[in-house]
């Protein structure tokens, strides 16, 4: 195996929440017994702490308004799903579970902010579910690449599919035997991560950057070196998305 397909450096559960809730344009929020799907209606702060902008007529704002002490306990669920059309998108979930509140001050016609105050905070994967502490999860800091990662890989999927051949190239070539094609699932600062699919099942290949980057710019050159690295192999040849 080469050096490139060594385990690439991992991020700490918390950094990997951090950088879901970067990059998450969607939520779920539980209270009351009843779930609410918001899309483009919360922001996350530099401390991680989720807000909700909504409507002064929703349902979750009355709940909150009705509520004793005006804090209403709620579950604020994250999915984050891989940009690129590969199966089991799904790769990560974020679970914050704590109390909702009022922050600001919004008008019966107008708003109304709500804070989440958090008190619990689980990571899902395909690997396992843990716990987040919420001091490392404020400490922690998004990846830099969490908020271009989906413009990166659709444009690597889209564009350069012959590219991400050449990856495979640095893998073992038993990982390779069956597989119906391969694509980008994932990129961070620490490596690019290729699904490769198989007629029933898939696996992933997670190559390392020669260095750690710190914007995309960066990671499309450490894409190119690992690219310098793949060895020629005539007739390789694997399908493309169809």
Request: aromatic content about 2%; overall charge positive.
């Given at each position: 195996?080469?050096?490139?397909?060594?385990?690439?450096?991992?991020?700490?559960?918390?950094?990997?929440?951090?950088?879901?809730?970067?990059?998450?344009v969607s939520l779920t929020?539980?209270?009351?017994?009843?779930?609410?799907?918001?899309?483009?209606?919360?922001?996350?702060?530099?401390?991680?702490?989720?807000?909700?902008?909504?409507?002064?007529?929703?349902?979750?704002?009355?709940?909150?308004?009705?509520?004793?002490?005006?804090?209403?306990?709620?579950?604020?669920?994250?999915?984050?799903?891989?940009?690129?059309?590969?199966?089991?998108?799904?790769?990560?979930?974020?679970?914050?579970?704590?109390?909702?509140?009022?922050?600001?001050?919004?008008?019966?016609?107008?708003?109304?902010?709500?804070?989440?105050?958090?008190?619990?905070?689980?990571?899902?994967?395909?690997?396992?579910?843990?716990?987040?502490?919420?001091?490392?999860?404020?400490?922690?800091?998004?990846?830099?690449?969490?908020?271009?990662?989906?413009?990166?890989?659709?444009?690597?999927?889209?564009?350069?599919?012959?590219?991400?051949?050449?990856?495979?190239?640095?893998?073992?070539?038993?990982?390779?035997?069956?597989?119906?094609?391969?694509?980008?699932?994932?990129?961070?600062?620490?490596?690019?991560?290729?699904?490769?699919?198989?007629?029933?099942?898939?696996?992933?290949?997670?190559?390392?950057?020669?260095?750690?980057?710190?914007?995309?710019?960066?990671?499309?050159?450490?894409?190119?070196?690992?690219?310098?690295?793949?060895?020629?192999?005539?007739?390789?040849?694997?399908?493309?998305?169809?």
């Amino acid at each position: 195996m080469s050096a490139a397909a060594l385990p690439a450096a991992e991020a700490t559960p918390a950094e990997r929440t951090r950088s879901v809730l970067a990059r998450a344009v969607s939520l779920t929020v539980t209270t009351n017994g009843l779930r609410y799907d918001l899309v483009g209606l919360h922001s996350v702060d530099a401390r991680g702490r989720v807000r909700l902008r909504l409507p002064a007529d929703s349902l979750p704002a009355a709940h909150v308004a009705c509520a004793p002490r005006g804090a209403l306990a709620a579950l604020v669920e994250f999915t984050d799903v891989a940009p690129v059309a590969v199966r089991d998108r799904v790769r990560a979930r974020v679970t914050l579970s704590g109390w909702l509140t009022r922050s600001g001050h919004g008008t019966p016609t107008d708003h109304v902010d709500l804070r989440l105050d958090a008190a619990r905070a689980t990571l899902a994967t395909r690997e396992a579910t843990v716990r987040v502490g919420l001091d490392e999860l404020v400490l922690a800091r998004p990846d830099p690449l969490a908020v271009d990662e989906g413009s990166l890989l659709t444009h690597l999927a889209d564009a350069h599919q012959d590219a991400v051949t050449r990856l495979t190239r640095l893998a073992d070539p038993w990982l390779l035997h069956g597989a119906v094609r391969v694509l980008p699932v994932a990129v961070d600062r620490h490596g690019i991560t290729l699904r490769c699919e198989y007629a029933r099942n898939q696996r992933d290949l997670r190559l390392a950057f020669p260095s750690p980057v710190h914007d995309a710019a960066q990671a499309g050159e450490q894409i190119r070196l690992l690219l310098t690295a793949t060895r020629p192999c005539p007739g390789h040849h694997l399908p493309t998305r169809p």
